[in-house]
């Protein structure tokens, strides 16, 4: 009775709640949906508000670019070279410690490669499937 249709609702509310994050149940939107579920999905990298190193960070600016440098020369590519930094050496965002991006610093010292990885990845996938 009345005691039902308030749980009723404070269910429904609930639920909408979560599924949507507060936006209607069959509101037009751009973006990908969920295939079985109504949800959009949030999740991204969060970066810190501060651009300064931390200060914990004891590492300067040139043993930084001289690590790059080498793990460039031993073959790995910029994302490879960014997660040896992050997980072995503790540097989380390497524009924050040098003021460049890895990238940029590979063309400084020409070692940059000659195609950029997201492409090189694509041609790689695309030749592993006509295989």
Same mark, same amino acid.
Request: one cysteine or more; glycine letters at 8%.
């Given at each position: ?14 639920? %909408? ?16 949906? %969920? ?32 690590? &790059? ?5 031993? #073959? ?7 997660? &040896? ?16 991006? &890895? ?6 010292? #020409?070692?940059?490669?000659? &195609? ?16």
């Amino acid at each position: 009775s009345r005691e039902n249709l308030g749980f009723f609702f404070f269910c429904f509310f609930l639920r %909408r709640k979560q599924q949507g994050r507060g936006a209607p149940f069959f509101s037009p939107s751009t973006a990908m949906g %969920r295939m079985h579920s109504r949800g959009k999905g949030i999740s991204a990298s969060a970066l810190p508000y501060k651009r300064t190193p931390p200060s914990w960070l004891k590492i300067s600016a040139q043993d930084v670019e001289e690590n &790059i440098c080498k793990f460039a020369k031993k #073959g790995l590519t910029p994302s490879q070279i960014g997660v &040896i930094l992050r997980d072995s050496h503790g540097i989380a965002q390497v524009k924050s410690v040098t003021g460049s991006k &890895i990238l940029r610093i590979l063309k400084a010292h #020409g070692l940059a490669p000659e &195609i950029p990885e997201d492409l090189y990845h694509l041609i790689k996938k695309a030749v592993a499937i006509r295989k």
